[in-house]
């Protein structure tokens, strides 16, 4: 059976640059560094982000860049507050997607490896209520 998310992992060309969003930008705390004593394929790093680990390791980045993400619970109130911080980092946000009123609100940004991420303030369970009532009122 399943338990729940073990980790996250992502390749990345430069540990530090990474490093950069995860803890200056997201507020990530960084727990490991390989150094130069690597067990794994690659020099990585472990962070702490409310909880979730997620790994870098050191690699070939994507060539391409598509709508898979992953994407982070933030406050609504901490909107405005994440958005100022990824573009004082020179992260680039891309514009909103169209959403029906009441799935909450997002910032989806690309970092320099080409992994996109969202940070999103609605729930599953906003989503799924709004989209019901959408249903009944098609019907």
């Given at each position: 059976m399943i338990?729940?998310?073990?980790h996250m992992t992502f390749i990345v060309r430069d540990l530090?640059?990474?490093?950069?969003?995860l803890v200056?930008?997201?507020?990530?705390?960084?727990?490991?560094?390989?150094?130069?004593?690597?067990f794994s394929v690659s020099s990585e790093r472990f962070f702490l982000l409310n909880g979730i680990w997620i790994a870098i390791m050191e690699g070939d980045p994507l060539?391409?860049?598509?709508?898979n993400h992953v994407a982070f619970k933030i406050?609504?109130?901490?909107f405005e507050l994440h958005l100022?911080?990824?573009?004082?980092a020179e992260f680039e946000v891309k514009p909103p997607?169209?959403?029906?009123?009441?799935?909450?609100?997002?910032?989806?940004?690309?970092?320099?490896d080409n992994h996109l991420f969202e940070l999103h303030t609605g729930t599953l369970g906003d989503r799924l209520a709004r989209y019901a009532k959408?249903?009944?009122?098609?019907?």
């Open positions: 338990e729940g998310l073990s530090d640059e990474m490093n950069r969003l200056d930008v997201l507020g990530a705390e960084e727990v490991y560094s390989s150094g130069e004593v690597q060539t391409e860049r598509s709508y406050a609504d109130d901490d100022e911080k990824l573009r004082a997607r169209p959403r029906v009123e009441g799935e909450g609100r997002s910032i989806y940004f690309y970092d320099r959408g249903r009944e009122a098609a019907e």
